[in-house]
Structures are given as C-alpha cells and as structure tokens.
C-alpha cells in the first residue's frame, strides 16, 4: 500500500494538515493485516485543480505503470484531484495501465474502493462535488480579495518596489522602486523580457 497526501498551500497549519495524515496512515496500515506501507506521496501548497504541477502524484503515478504498488491510500477525492476529468481518468489508468496488475484507490472519506465494479459511478457523483466546490473556493477567495482591496488591505505578499506596514498597507521603498520603474520605461522602449533581465542581472540589482 502507498498513501497519497495534498494540501493546497504551505501554510504552517496546511503542513501540520499533511503531517497529521502521514501518521494516520502511517499507523492505519501497520495495524491492518496484510497491508505493507511502500511509500508516502505528498504535494505541499499544489492545487488539486489539475494534475499536471503535482510532482509527487506524478511520480505515484510512474511509480504504479511501474508495479510498485497495489493499493492507494487517499483522505478524500477532493484531495486526489479537484477536477472531474482527472480524477476519473487518473483512477482509470490506474485499472487497466497493466491489465494483470491494477491499482485500487481507497477514498477514506467517501468509502470508496475504486476496483469495486460498483465504485465508478460513486466516483463521479463525489468528483463531480469535489470540483463544485473548488469552483465555489475560487468565486469565495476572489470576492475575498475584492472586499480586502476596497478596504485598503493588500492580500499579496511583499512586492519589488513595495513593502508591507505593520498595519498591512503597501508603502514604496524607493531602492527596489528604481528597478521597477527601469523594468516599465525598458518595456515601452521596446526591450523583450529577456533582455530587460539580462541588463539587471549584469547591475546586481537585487530582486525577490
């Protein structure tokens, strides 16, 4: 058995999130007969909205075609993907990629087992809910935004040309603002991005 594990971001409590899942788990499969942990796969601060920037579902992945594996281990559908296409197309490569030795994923959350002919339809109902309600996260953390920056909060971190008050405003620091204003003068002068680089690198100019 492995285990794969994701948090969206690397907040201190998202990663104290994905510790708690790893001893979980680690515990969980010591305790079942049978089962034998091989590895422990976890994204830290990787959306699930797509699979394609998640290095360690990736490898997972490499791993199983390469038969490594029997089962996965996963909290929950919406932590092995926030997208209904990947989830089920994930789960299916998973079956049938070596016809002689498919990997089952166990949704903890859902009790799902994903080779129980049963499972395909309770997949998509849960995909199809997980992926809602990450559309809903979006629309909630942008009218967020929206509501902080009508106020005068700034929800960004640090920017070149700008530092952040005790109090949360954005205030210039005038050292980094002469590399900022050189990058847009640079730019409308007709410099390409690469050059514009280039010429700061060569000056030393410290960047973020």
């Known amino acids: 058995s492995i285990v794969y594990a994701r ?18 788990y680690t515990e969980k499969i010591q305790k079942t007969p049978n089962w034998t942990l091989q590895e422990i796969y976890s994204d830290e601060g990787k959306s699930g909205t797509s699979t394609k920037k998640r290095a360690a579902f990736n490898r997972m992945m490499k791993d199983a075609r390469n038969k490594e594996m029997d089962l996965i281990l996963c909290a929950s559908v919406s932590r092995f993907a926030r997208n209904v296409h990947d989830s089920i197309k994930r789960v299916k490569e ?30 998509s109902i849960h995909a199809l809910l997980a992926d809602w309600e990450s559309a809903n996260k979006s629309r909630r953390m942008i009218l967020s935004y929206d509501q902080r920056i009508c106020t005068g909060q700034y929800p960004v971190l640090d920017l070149l040309g700008y530092i952040h008050t005790t109090d949360g405003d954005l205030i210039i620091q005038e050292d980094e603002a002469i590399t900022v204003r050189f990058i847009f003068l640079a730019y409308f002068c007709g410099f390409k991005s690469d050059d514009i680089a280039d010429i700061l690198s060569k000056k030393k100019r410290p960047n973020r």
């Open 7 to 24: 948090v969206s971001t690397k907040s201190t409590e998202q990663v104290s999130s994905i510790e708690n899942q790893t001893k979980y």
């Open 94 to 123: 998973l079956q049938t990629a070596i016809p002689s030795h498919p990997v089952g994923v166990y949704f903890e959350t859902e009790d799902i087992y994903t080779l129980d002919p049963d499972s395909r339809q309770l997949l």
